[in-house]
């Protein structure tokens, strides 16, 4: 899954004109949370807002917007789900929807926020006019774009900021007399550094594509990569895989599946000389990991340092299955679980994993 502003710019290079859709406000049960996103064009989606009637009827909404050029940049539209769309959850959801004919070079700062894991707001005026359109990007110390009023603009930066804040959230606010949308968009994107493009690396790069991360995916055999990836994967072809290790980002999920166990166990050891990951996963079997340990013992590691190392990969899941796809999903879910583990507890990048 590509972040919102990754998604929001293939999507304009592509068709030129798109609508933000996100969920603004909730009642009761709704499908997601305020602040989930997808991005419409005439034949394309990315994202979701929860799937069913509400993002059907959403999608349709937005089309519609694309094909009529409705006059407003931004509106909301309540969805009561049970009265109006007959689903189950029976809340009530309110959608905003934005038209994006051009990014005017705030989308290059979103892109830029993403890339450096900051956070920032995209801070729509309701109702207002479609040509131009009145829209503010706001960071933390940045801002761009208008409201198409300076006073306007002044305190819609300070609502922004408000909701960027810790414990700040995606809603609708009145501010100097104007309905704005202020749409939150968090860093929550991980990064995972898969070493190895066999059976298994390409089923786990698959399984990633639909999880709000980076992939960097390592190997020396370039010929032996697919002809297309994920949005999400970067391929690096490098004649010394275990290099790479140094230029992992901070609290990477690192996944070694290689074809060569001297190159596994070579790419682990540089691994284990950082301690800032979190999560160092091996693929292989227990006679692996014990032929692992004797390596280590060999080299000063005790008990500590080996328990830092997830292997075999995806077992912890409660998965048997020696498919491919089986490990790719067990160590999906192995990666999900810990990293929300460490959310809830507040745990920083650079600490370790022990598990």
Known sequence: MSTFAASLAQALAGAGRAVVVAIAHGTGSVPREPGAWMIVTADTQAGTIGGGHLEHEATKLAREAIATSTPASAWIVRFPLAARLGQCCGGVATVAFAVVDTADGWLDIAQACERTSADFALVHRLGADRDPAQRLLVTADDSRGTLGDDALDSAAVVAARARLAPGGTTGLAEVVGASLFLHVVRADAFDVVLFGNGHVGRALAQVLAALPCRVRWIDERESDFP????????????????????????GAFVVVTTHNHALDFAIVEKALDRDDFAYIGLIGSASKRAQFARRLAQRGGGEATLARVTCPIGATAGLTSKEPGAIAVGTAAEILALREQRASVGVTHGARHRG
């Open 227 to 250: 002809e297309s990836v994920p949005p999400n994967v970067e391929v690096v072809a490098s004649d010394a895989p275990a290099d790479e290790v140094a230029d992992a980002p901070r």
